[in-house]
């Protein structure tokens, strides 16, 4: 065999063991390529569990404090409405059903509502909606709302002026109408010709809102939000034992280390 042929085996062969080092090398390299994708994957993933168990934890807390918020408001005014919270928690989830407004809203508005004491059962169903048809018509709070309605019901007849300032007029006759039922203490009647007249004028407006584009992502998402509490009072419980046995673990080491205080 000559030399060149020597030369060019020894290069092949050479050729041959590098390409195939190259392979090694990037086999290698893709597996530990894909061990890092499914690493990051699996460390986005536990972020975001933990991110979606944190975000349910805060949903239910915030149901959980709009209940509480009804209830020591129903306590305080030795239940004057004559509702509980549970009627007024299925009246703000119906309600959640047909508009825009979570239900949780709608609660904090029933909470604010109830201190109006005048206002009672008969009234505080179609008071409330009343409420949200404004808000959405006139592109104000809840809780301005509230205010301005629960004036109005709360003392018929000066709530005559007050709604007049804000562009809601009632007529001779309605106005007669409700000094005849004062007159006779039927507060109810008085309030429902109030509502009557503000169900002409605002009538609607929160359940057809409901019913644009804009309407059905918000329904959307106060559905997810539903889900997200459910979940949460799932977890509530199980955080709370695991938290106070952190506490107790803690307090008991603590108990057992002295730490020198210098002489």
């Known amino acids: 065999m000559g030399t060149n042929e020597h030369i060019i085996k020894a290069k092949t062969k050479g050729f041959n063991k590098a390409k195939k080092d190259i392979k090694g090398v990037n086999k290698s390299l893709v597996g530990m390529a894909k061990a890092a994708l499914t690493a990051g994957a699996a460390l986005y993933g536990a972020k975001k569990l ?9 949903l239910a807390g915030e149901q959980e404090l709009s209940m509480k ?6 306590k305080s005014t030795k239940h004057a409405a004559g509702l509980t ?51 959405e018509a006139m592109g104000t709070s809840l809780k301005d709302q509230v205010i301005q309605v ?10 005559i002026s007050a709604l007049s300032r804000v562009g809601v007029q009632l007529s001779e006759d309605q106005k007669e109408l409700i000094n005849s039922f004062m007159e006779i203490n039927d507060v109810a009647s008085a309030q429902q010709v ?70």
Request: charged share 20%.
């Open 50 to 58: 933990l991110e979606g168990m944190k975000a349910a934890v805060r």
């Open 69 to 74: 918020k009804l209830e020591t408001v129903l």
């Open 85 to 135: 919270s549970k009627e007024l928690s299925s009246m703000a989830s119906a309600l959640q059903q047909v508009t825009r407004f979570g239900d949780e809203a709608i609660m904090e508005a029933q909470s604010l509502m109830l201190t109006f004491t005048k206002i009672g059962k008969q009234v505080m169903p179609d008071a409330i909606e009343t409420v949200l048809n404004m808000s």
């Open 150 to 159: 629960g004036k109005a019901l709360n003392d018929p007849i000066l709530g």
């Open 194 to 263: 109030i509502l009557g007249e503000l169900e002409t004028q605002f009538g609607g407006m929160a359940r057809g809102a409901a019913e644009t584009f804009t309407g059905q992502v918000d329904q959307m998402h106060n559905a997810l939000g539903d889900m997200g509490e459910e979940i949460g009072k799932h977890l509530i419980p199980m955080l709370t034992t695991f938290a106070n046995r952190i506490k107790e673990i803690a307090e008991m080491v603590g108990a057992y280390i002295e730490i020198p205080m210098s002489e």
